[in-house]
């Protein structure tokens, strides 16, 4: 007796597309890609958006034309003068056109950022934290900072040292569970960053530096494929740790009280108000289930060896 | 009625979601939205109160009975904490 296993084909990604087809989505109906538990529908005729999708976004799911989209959104070249001098590319979301135009050139940093502010603006069903998430044997390391404290420097590093990328940029607390769900997308490096991971991660596959931007120069790493196909996976939290980069500093870790460890996150939200009680509660939660620490690193392979050395709360 | 015998009550609407960590405590304000920091005296109150509504008296009886406190100071810090609560409308006392 024959029996056939069951056939479950392999979902389509964007690296199924050709140039021209990919281009054609994003001039036509739009390119609709999922990102963990969102989904984009994203319009561009704009090259380098095209050239910025093709390098990073390969290893994503690929959704049809008829697909729900959570966010609809646009990088178009706005009309007037400047579409023939200095040429601009402006953002929008279901026609809405939160910013000012960019140069063209910030065509693909600009739609990071547009879809990080669709997320961090919107999806109010979870606590939502500026930080970076990485995962190992299903627990995660919640890194909240601000600008400039060198938190996507180390995740890139992390997630090339045996860490899960979850996200470099939103923690996304679930309040029904209190677990983390991934958001894996290209991790944003600024400046001497730069430099940094092109020359610590062997084969890092960065988009083309785009200079005198807001943020000064900055560049994506792609995210690594591995963490891209689990990204349906969450993650219980485990440590928060809020690093600080500082030239020459030796490396140290000091654990944190957990009331000011709460504080501290809360600060780093971006919905913590506007999710009341339950926002209490899924931080509350979090902060139980945590160590708390404050970190302070200048060498990469010292930072990576701590985090190795991080033991699972009781 | 005289001071001594004002009765407070937490404000309605108030569940008491909090944590306690390490002698802190972090507590939920369902009225204003805050999150506030307090004290180990300030939780013993409000939950001293969540049993029901007290007197002055009877709330300075439970800081009593919680803190190796003298008189003058618990006199004080019973006036101090039930302003601060007030404040944050956390309690309030009863109309009647």
Same mark, same amino acid.
């Given at each position: 007796?024959?029996?056939? &296993? ?65 966010? /609809? ?8 003068? /400047? ?6 590319? %402006? ?48 627990? &995660? #390391? ?21 860490? !899960? ?38 084969? #890092? ?5 785009? %200079? ?7 560049? /994506?790493?792609?995210?690594?494929? #591995? %963490? ?7 993650? !219980? ?14 490396? %140290? ?20 108000? /506007? ?10 939660? &979090? ?17 990576? =060896?701590?985090? =190795? ?6 | ?5 004002? +009765? ?29 920091? $307090? ?36 006199? +004080? ?16 006392? $009863?109309?009647?």
């Amino acid at each position: 007796m024959l029996t056939a &296993a069951p056939l479950t084909a392999a979902p389509l990604t964007v690296a199924s597309l050709s140039r021209s087809q990919l281009e054609a989505r994003l001039a036509g109906p739009g390119l609709t890609v999922r990102t963990g538990p969102f989904t984009s529908r994203i319009h561009s005729a704009i090259p380098q958006v095209a050239d910025g999708i093709e390098l990073l976004y390969g290893a994503y799911p690929l959704l049809g034309d008829g697909d729900f989209a959570d966010f /609809h959104v646009g990088l178009r070249r706005p009309g007037g003068l /400047h579409r023939w001098y200095k040429p601009q590319v %402006s953002f929008d979301l279901d026609g809405l056109v939160p910013f000012e135009p960019l140069p063209e050139a910030h065509a693909f940093p600009m739609l990071e950022w547009g879809l990080n502010w669709c997320i961090s603006t919107r999806a109010h069903a979870y606590l939502m934290i500026h930080a970076a998430v990485v995962e190992r044997d299903g627990l &995660a #390391a919640i890194l909240p900072a601000p600008p400039g404290s060198g938190k996507s420097t180390l995740c890139a590093a992390l997630v090339h040292r045996g860490w !899960r990328l979850l996200s470099d940029e939103l923690a996304l607390f679930c309040p029904r569970d209190g677990r983390l769900l991934p958001v894996p997308r290209p991790v944003s490096l600024k400046n001497r960053s730069i430099e940094v991971i092109r020359d610590y991660v062997a084969g #890092a596959v960065l988009s083309a530096p785009v %200079s005198n931007t807001t943020k000064g120069t900055v560049a /994506h790493l792609k995210a690594p494929p #591995a %963490s891209v196909a689990r990204a349906g996976e969450s993650a !219980r939290p485990a440590w928060i740790v809020f690093p600080k980069y500082e030239a020459g500093a030796a490396t %140290s870790l000091e654990a944190i009280p957990r009331a000011r460890a709460f504080f501290r996150v809360a600060d780093n939200a971006f919905n913590y108000s /506007h999710m009341g009680a339950s926002g209490f509660a899924t931080l509350a939660g &979090a902060i139980d289930a945590c160590a708390s620490y404050d970190f302070r690193y200048s060498e990469l392979d010292e930072a990576i =060896a701590v985090f =190795a050395a991080l033991e699972a709360p009781r | 009625m005289g001071a001594s015998e004002t +009765r407070w009550c937490l404000r309605p609407g108030q569940h008491l979601a909090y944590r306690q960590w390490d002698g802190k405590c972090v507590l939920y304000n369902d009225l204003s939205g805050d999150t506030h920091l $307090l004290g180990d005296g300030g939780i013993e109150l409000l939950l001293a109160l969540r049993q029901g509504p007290a007197t002055r008296q009877a709330l300075a009886a439970v800081l009593q009975a919680e803190f190796d406190i003298d008189a003058d100071a618990l006199e +004080r810090e019973t006036g101090t904490l039930l302003d601060d609560l007030q404040h944050l409308y956390l309690i309030d006392t $009863l109309a009647c």
